[in-house]
């Protein structure tokens, strides 16, 4: 006869299945789990940064309006830290500035109060940009060695320090050009590029401050109702306004801002007289203040022309926040415009262009933002 199993050492099949345990399923927004203090904390250290690159820019175009620029002559990242402590140290940062063609052509006889005025404006812009330098270090070091810094950030951020270092080395390559022999002024060009890296670093921040204000998930979810038309031309008045900034820089650069007080026209003309009187050619676009100031207007037009485009088409989107976004974009850059005629109408004086440099910076976050809201939209009630 057959034994007979004991009691309870049988299970069914269906025992078998409702007991087996489960594989863990991964859960989406792991990055954010647990990291809701690092990602905030990390993101105020981002804005502290933002707000220094716009004063740094704004003390920038302090330094070129009063032509500080040039009136130290030397790159000394460490020792120059320090500003003159005695009287011979003055006595020999301004020697060092007679040496300049700036001061033998336009500052010849200048005292050392005079001296000491565009010395601290241009000591002041790169005391600022040590401190930018030092925030950012402190900062990414800080949370990267207690490892808050979620992994798909950690190159994103690093990148940040780079175009730091690299707009230090800029600077001093602007500078230096406006010290070589027969130079007066830094090369504009030059300045083009070191204002251009400045919104770089301007504008990349304020992407990764918009980012860092989500979660992951809801960026994943948010990137699926994305407005592809309303972005993409988002993104071309983010370049149109960002070529408009480098030939701002180039005006600056060769006080083209006076040279025609007159508006629309330039002059008694559409163009300006004599536009392409520098040889070779190409030396117009970068040295002819008329020609200049020409192409800055004609390109303001179009900038202001995309805008009303764009805005035309965030009117019709569905997210109340996308339309505030790209209202407020258009609200400033017609007072930008405005401003820049104003600006043009009374020759360029130093508050109405400094006036007018800080309301490029207004415009690039706010550009920025409205692309941002058109890629990732803010989730609303049905009602909303």
């Not at 040496?99 to 600022?128: D, P």
């Not at 508006?263 to 040889?279: A, K, R, S, V």
């Not at 505030?324 to 043009?344: E, S």
């Amino acid at each position: 006869m057959g034994m007979k199993p004991k009691q309870g050492s049988n299970r069914s099949i269906f025992e078998e299945v409702a007991t087996t345990q489960k594989a863990p399923v991964a859960q989406p927004g792991a990055i954010d789990r647990g990291r809701k203090d690092a990602r905030g904390a990390i993101r105020v250290w981002l804005m502290i940064l933002f707000a220094l690159v716009a004063i740094i820019i704004a003390v920038g175009g302090m330094t070129r309006l009063t032509d500080s620029g040039l009136s130290i002559t030397e790159w000394a990242p460490i020792s120059g830290a320090l500003p003159p402590m005695s009287e011979a140290d003055w006595q020999s940062e301004l020697e060092a500035y007679r040496q300049t063609t700036e001061y033998q052509r336009q500052n010849a006889g200048m005292s050392m109060a005079e001296f000491k005025y565009i010395y601290w404006w241009e000591w002041g812009h790169r005391q600022l940009g040590r401190l930018i330098g030092v925030v950012w270090a402190v900062g990414f070091v800080a949370f990267w060695a207690s490892g808050r810094i979620p992994r798909s950030w950690t190159l994103p951020l690093f990148s940040v320090g780079v175009l730091i270092g690299v707009q230090g080395a800029i600077g001093w390559w602007m500078v230096h050009s406006g010290l070589q022999e027969g130079m007066f002024d830094v090369a504009s060009y030059r300045l083009a590029t070191h204002l251009g890296v400045a919104f770089v670093i301007l504008g990349t921040l304020t992407w990764f401050i918009l980012k860092m204000g989500r979660k992951e998930t809801d960026l994943i979810q948010a990137r699926r109702l994305g407005e592809k038309r309303l972005f993409s031309g988002a993104t071309g008045l983010m370049h149109l306004a960002f070529v408009q900034i480098l030939l701002g820089a180039l005006v600056a650069g060769i006080d083209a801002g006076r040279a025609f007080p007159t508006w629309p026209l330039m002059g008694d003309g559409f163009l300006p007289p004599e536009p392409f009187q520098i040889t070779p050619i190409w030396r117009n676009f970068f040295e002819d203040a008329g020609l200049v100031q020409f192409i800055h207007r004609m390109t303001g037009y179009l900038v202001f022309i995309l805008g009303i485009v764009v805005w035309l088409r965030a009117r019709k989107s569905p997210n109340g926040q996308t339309r505030f976004a790209f209202n407020a974009v258009l609200a400033v850059l017609t007072l930008q415009v405005l401003l820049g005629i104003v600006t043009v109408l009374y020759s360029a004086p130093l508050h109405l262009a400094i006036l007018h440099q800080v309301g490029a910076v207004i415009l690039w976050a706010l550009i920025l933002r409205g692309r941002f809201l058109a890629r990732y939209p803010l989730a609303q009630s049905v009602r909303g």
